[in-house]
C-alpha cells in the first residue's frame, strides 16, 4: 500500500495546498518571519506553474 493510498485525502490538490500554506506560514511564524497568506499563495502557484511546465516540457522530449 502506498502512502498516496493510505491517505487518499493527499490526492485532493486543494487539501495538499492548504496543509502546505498553513505549515509554511506556521513555521515561518515561529521563525518571526511573517508572510502575508496571499503572498505565500502566490509562491505557490508559481511553484505549481514551473512544476507544470517542467513535467510538459520533459513529455514532450521523451516523445520525441
Do not use: C, H, P
Request: no cysteine.
Amino acid at each position: 500500500m502506498t502512502f498516496r493510498q493510505r491517505y487518499t485525502q493527499l490526492q485532493d490538490a486543494s487539501f495538499v495546498k492548504r496543509m502546505m500554506l498553513r505549515s509554511v506560514y506556521g513555521t515561518m511564524a515561529l521563525e518571526n518571519q511573517t508572510v502575508s497568506m496571499d503572498r505565500l499563495e502566490a509562491l505557490y502557484e508559481k511553484v505549481e506553474a514551473e512544476r507544470a511546465a517542467t513535467t510538459t516540457r520533459q513529455t514532450g522530449e521523451a516523445a520525441r
